[in-house]
C-alpha cells in the first residue's frame, strides 16, 4: 500500500541553523502539507501545496518558513533560523484530490533545536 | 470549546470491552476524520466521514456524526492491547483550503 516517507526521522540542529525536512507524499497525490505537534500539544496546520504554490498557510508560516517541491517526488520544508520553539515533530501529509478530502500522513520527523 | 474537542481525555478500560471517544466542533464541516497516533509516532488514518452521513463503518470502527450537535463518536468494539494509542478527530472547516483542525485527542489505554 503507498505511503507517505519522511526524512530524517530525527534532526537534531543548533538554534539559528537551517534545517530541511524532506517528504516523499504518494505518487499520484496532488495536494501537499506541513503539520507540526509539540510535544503534549495538538496537531497544527502548517501550510497546503497545490500545482507548485501554497494553498493556504498558518500564522505558523512566517518568513522562517519555506516549502518547495523540486522534483516530481519530494516535498521539502525548510526552516531557515531554527528557534528553540520550532523543536516539535513535523508531519508531511498529501491527499489525492479536495473532494478526496482524505489526508495521510507520512511517519514524521522529529526536529530538536538546542 | 475549541473546534475539534474530544472527550473524554483518557479512557482507561479492559481489553474486550468497547470504547465510545467523543468530539465536538463549532463551525460547518464538510467532513470529518479519525486518526490514531501511537506514542511519538505518525498518525494513522482511520474513517472519514462527510457532512451528509450519519454513520460509517470500518471492521471494528463505528463512526457517527450528528452536524445538528456538531458532535461525532468513535466506536471502537472489542478492543485489543493494539489499541492503545491517542485518537484525534480532525475537521475540514475551511472550504477550499483543506486544511485539518485537530482536536487534543483521547488517550486511550487496553488493559489486558
Known amino acids: 500500500e503507498p505511503e507517505v516517507t519522511q526524512t530524517p526521522s530525527h534532526q537534531v540542529t543548533q538554534m539559528g541553523q537551517e534545517v530541511i525536512l524532506r517528504c516523499v507524499p504518494i505518487?499520484?497525490?496532488?495536494?501537499f502539507y506541513w503539520y507540526r505537534q509539540i510535544l503534549g500539544q495538538k496537531v497544527e496546520f502548517l501550510v497546503s501545496?497545490?500545482?507548485?504554490?501554497?494553498?493556504?498557510k498558518s500564522e505558523i508560516f512566517d518568513d522562517q518558513f519555506s516549502v518547495e517541491r523540486p522534483d516530481g517526488s519530494n516535498f521539502t520544508l525548510k526552516i531557515r533560523s531554527t528557534k528553540l520553539e520550532d523543536s516539535a515533530m513535523y508531519f508531511c501529509?498529501?491527499?489525492?484530490?479536495?473532494?478526496?478530502?482524505?489526508?495521510?500522513f507520512g511517519p514524521g520527523t522529529r526536529l530538536t533545536v538546542l | 470549546s475549541q473546534q475539534g474537542e474530544e472527550d473524554p481525555q483518557a479512557l482507561s478500560i479492559q481489553e474486550g470491552e468497547n470504547a465510545t471517544m467523543n468530539c465536538s466542533y463549532k463551525?460547518?464541516?464538510?467532513?470529518l476524520q479519525w486518526y490514531r497516533q501511537n506514542s511519538g509516532r505518525g498518525l494513522v488514518h482511520l474513517i472519514l466521514?462527510?457532512?451528509?452521513?450519519r454513520e460509517k463503518h470500518s471492521g471494528r470502527l463505528r463512526v457517527t456524526l450528528d452536524t445538528s450537535k456538531k458532535s461525532s463518536s468513535l466506536l471502537i468494539t472489542a478492543s485489543r492491547a493494539a489499541d492503545t494509542a491517542s485518537y484525534f478527530c480532525?475537521?475540514?472547516?475551511?472550504?477550499?483550503?483543506?486544511?485539518?483542525?485537530f482536536g487534543q485527542g483521547t488517550r486511550l489505554t487496553i488493559n489486558p
Open positions: 501529509a498529501s491527499s489525492e484530490m479536495r473532494s478526496t478530502d482524505t489526508q495521510y
Open positions: 505518487s499520484n497525490h496532488l495536494y
Open positions: 501545496f497545490y500545482n507548485n504554490e501554497i494553498s493556504e
Open positions: 463551525t460547518s464541516i464538510n467532513n
Open positions: 466521514i462527510r457532512s451528509n452521513e
Open positions: 480532525a475537521t475540514d472547516v475551511i472550504q477550499g483550503a483543506q486544511k485539518l483542525v
